[in-house]
């Protein structure tokens, strides 16, 4: 395939030894994977995706300890709740939140801490990571799963009181907007309060209160933890959502036993949709106080006990079948959700590979001036985004450099905004850039076009977004 300047590609940047290269360095990981699997540790690894199943997102929480959380997987949310947003995160919960690694921090056994502390003055803080990653989501026909293998704060009776740890995702119209709750869909994969022996799995959706969901209660069943209680020991809580059924099911488990199911026609289609058609982040957090422990006897109090952890030993997501990076259908590709740049419906001059990226899947490569990707029906609704931001990496050369432009439904249209870019230190060296764009609303096509004084290769893109 050749480029506008007439110019082979396969001659502007070599490949081939490239993909030589990384595969040196993914044999050596692999080598050294296998003399870290040779050690004991006091935590499992990230279990290998089941036969049919592929790993699009994994963090097994390995590092020193006391140190931070990867933020190339997570971002902290911080304070009494989302700027703008409803107060104490919207629940009551009466925490602040914070990025310290007195509340979130590894343990240097290949786990995970979030723990609740009590100040002099009786205040509490306490931690609340998130993916950035919003895009979490089956593809048409097929399945996605999320699973984490957590031990809930060791702290039972009277010292537990308020103690309220959970694994969830919400729908992923929820960032940036903070007001549209419970309709945009959310999914506890694991909640457990008061330090009980009782985990429960809900779906959150419709209007609040009451509607078709039973808000603010929302669809939900609980059971409890086998072997040892859910607070002595370590168990694996996941989600698997399946759009390869006649009727969408999201099935919860509890170490591998069903024991809760939504389904599609519980509720009525627009419901449903509004819930189910886009994409989710992940979160992680302990909350102290606040609607759920109300209703299991409040707190905390005086006798709550601060300073127990909510362990956890990784998060993984599979997804399987469905055609794996087969676009959303037209018109429902949602503007403020991470699109995969490989999840395009048209194309110029480009190639997708492998990305050792946060999440792992593929990006798209050997973008130079001319080439360009098209998004056929993104959503913009109707509050006005302002802001777009891509996630890039180049390996260029010294003085080469491009735009990455945004143009909506026409490649012949002025951008509506761009940022430059040149090397970042390699061609999976990635950051993401922000740009400001001119206000949109609506649904439209969404062109990325590459504009460069040179010939060569500029840039990879693995995915882009848009915000107010």
């Not at 959706?205 to 072997?227: A, F, L």
């Not at 709550?304 to 993984?316: A, E, F, K, N, R």
């Not at 740009?435 to 693995?462: E, K």
Request: with cysteine.
């Amino acid at each position: 395939m050749r480029d506008t300047s007439g110019t082979p590609r396969m001659l502007r940047r070599p490949r081939p030894l490239r993909r030589a290269l990384l595969a040196v360095v993914s044999t050596l990981a692999l080598a050294a994977g296998a003399a870290t699997a040779a050690s004991p540790s006091a935590s499992a690894s990230v279990p290998p995706p089941p036969s049919g199943w592929t790993q699009v997102f994994a963090d097994d929480f390995d590092g020193p300890a006391g140190s931070g959380v990867n933020t190339s997987n997570w971002q902290y949310a911080t304070g009494k709740g989302y700027p703008g947003g409803p107060a104490n995160w919207g629940t009551g919960e009466i925490e602040t939140m914070t990025s310290s690694t007195d509340n979130v921090s590894l343990d240097g056994s290949g786990n995970l801490r979030i723990t609740p502390r009590r100040d002099a003055s009786g205040n509490w803080t306490s931690g609340r990571i998130e993916t950035n990653r919003t895009d979490f989501q089956p593809p048409a026909g097929g399945k996605l799963r999320v699973e984490s293998r957590i031990q809930v704060p060791n702290v039972t009776g009277a010292a537990a009181k308020g103690y309220w740890p959970a694994f969830w995702m919400l729908g992923a119209p929820y960032r940036g907007n903070y007001w549209n709750w419970p309709a945009v869909g959310e999914l506890d994969i694991m909640e457990n309060t008061q330090g009980n022996n009782t985990v429960f799995a809900t779906m959150h959706c419709g209007t609040s209160p009451g509607g078709p969901c039973n808000e603010t209660s929302g669809i939900g069943g609980s059971t409890t933890c086998q072997g040892t209680t859910c607070q002595a020991g370590f168990h694996t809580y996941r989600m698997e959502w399946d759009r390869s059924t006649s009727v969408e099911e999201i099935r919860f488990y509890l170490d591998g036993v069903n024991y809760h199911t939504v389904r599609e026609n519980q509720v009525d289609a627009t419901t449903w949709s509004n819930a189910t058609d886009h994409g989710f982040y992940i979160i992680l957090n302990v909350a102290m106080g606040g609607g759920f422990p109300d209703a299991f006897g409040g707190g905390p109090d005086a006798g709550t006990q601060p300073g127990h952890s909510m362990l956890v030993d990784y998060v993984q997501v599979l997804s399987s079948g469905g055609g794996g990076t087969t676009p959303p259908p037209t018109g429902n590709r949602d503007a403020y959700s991470a699109i995969q740049a490989e999840s395009y419906d048209a194309q110029s001059g480009v190639m997708t590979e492998s990305t050792s990226d946060s999440g792992g899947g593929q990006n798209v490569g050997a973008l130079a001036n001319g080439d360009w990707l098209q998004f056929k029906g993104v959503n913009f609704g109707s509050n006005a985004a302002r802001q777009f931001s891509a996630r890039v990496a180049s390996g260029a050369g010294a003085n080469i450099s491009g735009l990455v432009e945004v143009r909506l439904d026409s490649r012949s249209n002025a951008p509506i905004g761009s940022f430059a870019v040149g090397n970042t230190g390699g061609w999976q060296s990635w950051r993401t850039i922000p740009a400001n764009i001119s206000n949109v609303t609506g649904t439209h096509d969404v062109y990325l076009t590459f504009t460069s004084g040179q010939p060569a290769d500029f840039v990879n893109v693995n995915w882009f977004t848009f915000g107010h």
